[in-house]
C-alpha cells in the first residue's frame, strides 16, 4: 500500500543506510499510540483565511509579493482562499465530525497590530477570540502559532527580519496576543519554520518579500531566532506552561552511489544550513562551528550581539516539527550554489527518485522515523510534536466522494514510522496533519491539495476525502491497523 516495504525503517544514517528495524510495525500489524497522544491538523492564517482587507486588517509581505506579477503561479493570491474568516464555525463543526482533539492554526499579525507595530486592532482579536471560543466547545485543543509567514508589510519596509527591530516588535505583538486569548490557550507555539522565512523570503527570493541577498537571510534567521527567544520569555513571565517552536527538519543523505567522504561532508554542511543553524542556539544556546563559518564568510558577525544566545534560548517545552521529504545531496564540484543555501557550491541537490507527491516531493516515511530518533537523541530535554506531515496530490472529486489512496497511504505510512520511533524511545507526544483544508499553497498557488477536506474553491464547499474519514478510525482507536 505505501510502497514501504514489508518492515518499517526508523533508523537511517547519513548515507542513507538503513539500520533498525521495527517488527512490531510490520505493515499491516495495529500500532496503537500512547495514552494523550495527540492528535489534530494543521493550517496558517494566509493560507486559508481570506478577508485580506476585512475588519482593519493591514497588508502582509504575502499581500505585497502575491500581487506582484511572476511570483505566484497563475498570479492567484490569499484574497480569499478558502474563506474561512467567514466560516469558521463550519469548519470547526468539521473538525468535530472528524473527531480532531486539536487544531493547529496560525494568528494573522496584520491582523491583530496593522502597522506591526502601536495600535493593537481589536477587531481582529476578535475574530480568534470567536475562534478559540469555538474550539473549546467542540472540544478542540487550540495551538497557537504566532508567526507564519505574514509579516505586516510596514515592517518590511523598515528593514523586515534582516533588521533587528523586528524581533523586539515581535514581543509587543506577542504581548497583545496572549492578553486576549492566554485564559484559553495552553499551548503557544512562537514561530513556524524560519529556516523558510528566512532563506526563501530573503535568500532564494522564491517566497515573500522574494528578497535574494545571502546577507540578509543569514542576518533574518538570527533575529528570527531572537524573536522566538523573547517571545519566550515574555510568554513564560505570563505563565504559560507550554511552549513550542516549529521547525522544518528534514534527514540529509546521500544518495547510495555516493557515498565517499566528499558527499558526507556535503550531507553534514546541509544538515548545519538546515537543521542546526535553528535547533542549535534555540535548544543549546549557541550556533555549530561549521554554520558560523558560514554565515561569516557571507554575513559577517556583526549582527550577533553579545548575549543574543542566552536570549534565543530559554526553555522550552515542545519542538514542533515539520517533516515532509528528506533531503539528499552529493558532491559535485562546480555545482552552482543552491540559492536557498547561501555556501553550498559545489553542492548538487539531487531529484526526487522512486514515488514522489504531486509537489514532486519525495516519499519516504523511514525519514521522519529517523528524524524523531535523533532529535530525541541529541535534545533530550524537549518533548517532540509532529506540527506538519502531509502530502499533495492532484485529487479528482468523484460524485460526493474524493477517493486518495495515495495521501492515505503517505499518512499510514508516517505514523508507522512515528510509531516505530516512540517504541525506539522517541518523546513523541502528537501528530497534526498537514493540512486540515486544501489551501495557497503559497508561491504554488492554489494547485497543489495537501489538504484531508477538499475545497470546491468556486463554491467553497468542504468535501472530506477519503483520508479524512479513514484518519477519524485513527483517532477513534489512538492508532493504525
Ligand atoms: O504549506 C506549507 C506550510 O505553510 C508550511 N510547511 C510546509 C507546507 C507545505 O509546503
Redesign the pocket.
Known amino acids: 500500500m505505501t510502497g514501504y516495504g514489508r518492515r518499517t525503517i526508523i533508523d537511517t544514517d547519513i548515507r542513507g543506510r538503513s539500520g533498525l528495524l521495527a517488527q512490531a510495525d510490520l505493515h499491516g500489524q495495529e500500532a496503537i499510540f500512547p495514552d494523550n497522544f495527540v492528535w489534530g491538523a494543521?493550517t496558517?492564517a494566509y493560507?486559508i483565511e481570506g478577508a485580506a482587507a476585512e475588519d482593519g486588517r493591514g497588508p502582509s509581505i504575502w499581500d505585497t509579493f502575491s500581487r506582484t506579477p511572476g511570483k505566484v503561479a497563475g498570479g492567484e493570491t490569499g484574497d480569499v482562499a478558502c474563506d474561512h474568516y467567514h466560516r469558521y464555525a463550519d469548519d470547526v463543526a468539521l473538525m468535530r465530525d472528524l473527531g480532531l482533539r486539536a487544531y493547529r492554526f496560525s494568528i494573522a499579525w496584520p491582523r491583530v497590530q496593522p502597522d506591526g507595530q502601536g495600535a493593537i486592532n481589536a477587531r481582529g482579536l476578535d475574530f480568534y477570540d470567536r475562534l478559540v471560543d469555538e474550539l473549546l466547545r467542540a472540544d478542540i485543543t487550540p495551538y497557537v502559532t504566532l508567526y507564519?509567514?505574514d509579516l505586516p508589510q510596514p515592517l518590511e519596509d523598515l528593514g523586515g527580519w534582516p533588521n533587528r527591530d523586528t524581533a523586539y516588535r515581535f514581543i509587543d505583538y506577542t504581548r497583545a496576543v496572549h492578553a486576549r486569548l492566554g485564559d484559553r490557550v495552553r499551548t503557544w507555539t512562537t514561530l513556524?519554520?524560519p529556516w523558510?522565512a528566512a532563506f526563501l523570503g530573503y535568500a532564494s527570493g522564491l517566497y515573500a518579500p522574494g528578497r535574494t541577498d545571502p546577507a540578509d537571510a543569514f542576518r533574518a534567521a538570527h533575529h528570527l531566532l531572537l524573536a522566538h527567544g523573547l517571545a519566550t520569555a515574555e510568554l513564560r513571565a505570563a505563565g504559560v506552561e507550554e511552549i513550542a517552536l516549529t521547525l522544518?527538519l528534514a534527514p540529509i543523505i546521500t544518495p547510495p552511489d555516493a557515498a565517499g567522504e566528499a558527499d558526507v561532508a556535503a550531507a553534514r554542511l546541509v544538515d548545519g544550513l538546515m537543521n542546526r543553524q535553528f535547533l542549535d542556539p534555540a535548544l543549546r544556546g549557541h550556533y555549530p562551528e561549521d554554520v558560523l563559518e558560514i554565515v561569516d564568510r557571507h554575513a559577517g558577525l556583526g549582527h550577533i550581539r553579545d548575549g543574543d544566545l542566552r536570549l534565543i534560548s530559554p526553555r522550552v517545552d515542545l519542538l514542533g516539527i515539520?517533516y515532509?521529504s528528506p533531503t539528499v545531496v552529493s558532491a559535485h564540484p562546480g555545482e552552482p550554489v543552491n540559492p536557498a543555501f547561501p555556501g553550498t557550491e559545489g553542492i548538487r541537490f539531487e531529484p526526487a527518485t522512486g514515488p514522489t507527491t504531486s509537489?514532486g516531493w519525495r516519499i519516504d516515511p523511514s525519514g521522519l522515523g529517523a528524524l524523531l530518533i535523533r532529535l530525541s537523541r541529541e535534545y533530550p530535554q524537549v518533548g517532540l510534536l509532529v506540527t506538519?506531515n502531509?502530502a499533495?496530490f492532484d485529487d479528482v472529486v468523484e460524485g460526493d466522494r474524493v477517493p486518495d489512496p495515495d495521501r492515505l497511504a503517505y499518512l499510514d505510512g508516517h505514523l508507522r514510522a512515528a510509531h516505530a520511533a516512540i517504541r525506539a524511545g522517541a518523546d513523541l507526544r502528537g501528530y497534526l496533519v498537514?493540512?486540515l483544508l486544501d489551501?495557497?499553497?503559497?508561491s504554488?498557488g492554489y494547485r497543489?491539495r495537501?489538504g484531508i477536506v477538499y475545497i470546491d474553491y468556486e463554491t467553497q464547499r468542504r468535501l472530506p476525502k477519503d483520508s479524512a474519514l479513514w484518519y477519524r478510525e485513527v483517532i477513534r482507536r489512538n492508532g493504525v491497523r
Do not use: I, T
Request: charged letters at 15%; a negative charge.
Open positions: 494543521a496558517a493560507q507564519h509567514w513556524n519554520e523558510v522544518n515539520n515532509y509537489m506538519e502531509g499533495a498537514w493540512s489551501n495557497f499553497e503559497w504554488e497543489p495537501f
